[in-house]
C-alpha cells in the first residue's frame, strides 16, 4: 500500500501513521519528523527549513520534494510506505506523481482525517513529544509518564497554529479535489479515541 496521510495540523496523522506501520508493515515518511531531525543536525538544509517552521509557514517546494524523493529511493519504501504531511501543495503532488510514475508505483489510497477547527488547536497547543523516543502525547487526552522528557514544538503556540491552519484550508485543501478525480480519497472522523480512529481508518483501506 502506497498511502497518503491528509489532514489539518494536529488532526492525528502522526499518531495514527505510527499505529498503522506496525499493522501494515511500511515505513512512515513524515517530512515533518525529517525536517525537525535535519534542524536539529544543524544541516544546511535544516538551517533553511528553520526559519519557516518556527513562523508556522510551509518550506518551500523544492527543498521538501527533494527530500521525499530521496527517502521513496531507500530499499524499505519498495514494499510501500505512509506519507506523513507530504504532499501539502499542488505542485508537491504533481512532483509526487512524476517520481511514482517512474517507479510504476502509484498512490493506492489518500487518507484524509477530519477534525472540527477548535478542536485542532486545543490538540496543537497542548501536544508534547518524548524528545528519546518521539512518542507523541497530549496533556489532556495522552498525559505523558513523569520520566518523558518533553518538548513543546515552536509552531504549537496558538498564533503559529492559527496561521498553520490558515494555510492548510488556502493551500492544502486543494489536494482533496486533486485526488477526488481519481477516486482515492476516503474520508475518516478524526474526533473519538486513537483506537476508535484506527479502527476507521483501517476500514477506510479495506473498502
Ligand atoms: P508537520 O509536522 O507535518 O505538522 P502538521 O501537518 O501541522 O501536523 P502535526 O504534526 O501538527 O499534527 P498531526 O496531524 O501529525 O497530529 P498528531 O498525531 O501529532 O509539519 C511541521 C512543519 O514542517 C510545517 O508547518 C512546515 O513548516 C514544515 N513542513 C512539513 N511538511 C511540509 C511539506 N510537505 N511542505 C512544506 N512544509 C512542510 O496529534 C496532535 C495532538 O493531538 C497530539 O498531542 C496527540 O496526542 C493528540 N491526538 C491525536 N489523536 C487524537 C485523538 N483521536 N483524540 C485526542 N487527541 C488526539
Redesign the pocket.
Known amino acids: 500500500m502506497r498511502i497518503v496521510l491528509l ?1 489539518p ?8 501513521a505510527k499505529r498503522l506501520i506496525g499493522k501494515l508493515g511500511v515505513p512512515q515518511v ?4 525529517m ?2 531531525a535535519a534542524k536539529k543536525a544543524g544541516t544546511e538544509l535544516g538551517k533553511k ?1 528553520a526559519e ?2 518556527s513562523a ?4 518551500p ?1 523544492e527543498v ?1 520534494i527533494g527530500l521525499v524523493e530521496e527517502r521513496l529511493k531507500l530499499d524499505d519504501a519498495k514494499k510501500g510506505f505512509i506519507l ?6 499542488v505542485p ?1 503532488a504533481e512532483a509526487l506523481d512524476a517520481m511514482l510514475e517512474r517507479l510504476a508505483s502509484p498512490i493506492t489510497h489518500v487518507v484524509q ?1 477530519d477534525v472540527a477547527r477548535d478542536l485542532l488547536v486545543e ?2 497547543v ?3 513529544t518524548d524528545k528519546r523516543t518521539g512518542q ?3 496533556l489532556k ?2 498525559p505523558p509518564p513523569s520520566d518523558a522528557e518533553l518538548e513543546h514544538r515552536a ?1 504549537d503556540q496558538e498564533d503559529k497554529v492559527l496561521k ?1 491552519l490558515a494555510d492548510y484550508e488556502a493551500i492544502t485543501s486543494a489536494l482533496l479535489p486533486y485526488y477526488e478525480k481519481r477516486g482515492l480519497i476516503r474520508k475518516v472522523d ?5 483506537d476508535e ?1 484506527t479502527v476507521r481508518i483501517g476500514d477506510a483501506l479495506e473498502g
Request: no cysteine; charged share 20%; aromatic share 8%.
Open positions: 489532514g495540523p494536529a488532526s492525528g496523522k502522526g499518531t495514527q513524515s517530512t515533518g519528523d525536517l525537525r527549513a519557516f517552521m508556522g509557514a510551509l518550506v517546494d521538501v506523513d504531511g507530504f504532499p501539502r501543495t508537491q482525517i490538540r496543537a497542548l501536544r508534547r507523541i502525547y497530549h487526552y495522552n509552531d498553520r478524526g474526533v473519538g479515541t486513537p480512529v
